[in-house]
Structures are given as C-alpha cells and as structure tokens.
C-alpha cells in the first residue's frame, strides 16, 4: 500500500507556544489529505480536509485560528496548533487521498500517517 | 443516531478462533465501507475496502456488508496474537470524508 509519514512522531511543548506538524505522501500525489484526532481509547475525529492549492475545510467545532492547515504541495500537508494549550495535547493522525483511476473503476482510498502525539505543558 | 456504531469491547479469544467484528450504520446511501486496523501509538492501517453489498476476502479477513440491514462485519480466521489491535469499521460520507466507529479493541491470546 501507500506510504505516509508524519514529523515529529512526538512532541512536547510548553504553554503558549506553536507547533507544526508535517503529513507527507511519500509514494503517490495527493490532492486531498485529512488531520484527525484521536483521544485515548476513543476513535478519530475529523479535523480538517486540506486541499491543495486551497482553503482547509473545517469540521464544525474546529477553530481555523488554533489550528492553520496548509497544502502547498500534492505530497505535502502541515498542521500548525498555535498557542497550545493543555487541552491541545492529544494524538493527531493524517491520512492522504490515493485515488487512481483504472478498468475496474480505479480504487479512491486513504492511507494514514503514524500520527504524532502532542503534549502541553 | 451515530452514523456508524461499533461495538468497543474489549474482546477477547483464544489463538486460532475466528473473530467477528461488526458494526451497523445509519444512512442506506453509504456505498463505501472500510476496515482499519490501529496497534496502539500507531496511525490506523486499511485492511478492507467493499464497495457496496456483498462478500470481500484477502487471505484470512473477509469483510461482509449486508445493505438490506445495514450491517458490516470482519471475519478474522485461525486469529494471531499479533492479530491484536483496534479495528475500526468505517464509512465514506461524501467528499471523501470517512466517518469512524469507536473500533474495537481485540485481544488475541496464545
């Protein structure tokens, strides 16, 4: 399958600062990538969708001020959390678009990063 | 109603059982369904992917989706101990959005 990296796979950071995290397709273009967030024990939860060459769409209850998205290029996705916050702290996943088209209708399919754990202090 | 509800767990079994993992969801008009499955600290991996109804099998996970009752499920055959993880069913709701389960998490146990 696809290949997707996410950078840092950890971090922590003192209260009040930025962070950015970067979500890479390594082996195929992606127009579309995804940010999630995941609390312990708990599913993912839609962030984002970052199209490249555009405005991120945010889920409802997402601040686009607390969390800058940009897709400046088909392998490349960042999340910025700015002035963290305790409550920021979680693990936060990207997933790339793969989508091809073929005989058999193609497959339209999204491969996940490794995630990247946030902590505020 | 939650568009996808799963079944958390835990779940247990011994090595060798098979294991079946399900989930029901809301709206008909989903077409597209997946299974991911999550080892803990890790992303997600896509397991199965099924486009509307019918059977899909690869090696020993079949995945099933039954429309008529809106109802997914993931069989796992001769279960692994490295079988365990979280296995989480999703679906595709428009824009390629995926819409999760709260997954499952399954213990296999030599």
């Known amino acids: 399958g696809a290949v997707v990296s996410q950078h840092p796979s950890r971090v922590i950071c003192k209260s009040g600062t930025s962070v950015k995290i970067e979500c890479r397709s390594l082996d195929f273009q992606a127009t579309t990538m995804f940010w999630y967030r995941q609390f312990p024990k708990k599913s993912l939860m839609l962030m984002a969708t970052?199209?490249?060459?555009?405005?991120?769409?945010?889920e409802q209850g997402v601040e686009k001020d607390k969390f800058l998205i940009n897709h400046a290029s088909l392998t490349l996705s960042t999340l910025t959390v700015t002035s963290a916050h305790p409550e920021d702290s979680s693990f936060y996943i990207c997933?790339?678009?793969?989508?091809?088209?073929?005989?058999?209708?193609?497959?339209?399919?999204?491969?996940f990063g490794p995630g990247t754990r946030l902590t505020v202090l | 109603q939650k568009e996808v509800e799963q079944d958390p767990g835990p779940l247990s079994v011994p090595e060798g059982a098979i294991v079946s993992l399900n989930c029901t969801y809301s709206?008909?008009?989903?077409?597209?369904f997946m299974w991911y499955r999550q080892y803990s600290r890790k992303g997600p991996e896509l397991l199965m992917y099924t486009y509307s109804s019918g059977n899909k099998e690869d090696g020993r996970f079949t995945a099933q989706v039954d429309k008529s009752s809106k109802y997914i499920s993931l069989f796992i055959r001769d279960s692994q101990p490295s079988d365990s993880a979280t296995y989480l069913c999703a679906i595709i709701q428009g824009a390629q959005k995926l819409v999760f389960g709260q997954g499952t998490r399954l213990t296999i146990n030599p």
């Open positions: 970052s199209n490249e060459g555009s405005k991120a769409t945010y």
């Open positions: 709206n008909s008009a989903f077409q597209y």
């Open positions: 997933s790339a678009r793969d989508w091809t088209s073929g005989r058999s209708g193609g497959t339209d399919t999204q491969y």
